[in-house]
């Protein structure tokens, strides 16, 4: 019995639609801003958060 599930890099590359104008959902991390709009149910990261976020998940090697 194998899920199979290996430790293979998983880039999300689902993005959430951007806001077509304010008001906008602000960023989890430093509440600037984001691009999502605030009905946006879920995790909202500035662009500058999500790179980081980006940069810390991402696969290493
Ligand atoms: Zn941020």
Not at 35 to 51: A, D, F, N, R
């Amino acid at each position: 019995m194998s899920d199979d599930d290996g430790d293979y890099c998983l880039i999300d590359t689902a993005r959430p639609p951007k806001a077509d104008g304010p008001p906008y959902a602000e960023c989890v991390l430093c509440r600037e801003p984001t691009e999502y709009p605030e009905s946006y149910k879920g995790i909202t990261l500035c662009p500058v958060c999500e790179w980081q976020e980006a940069q810390r998940t991402a696969c290493s090697g």
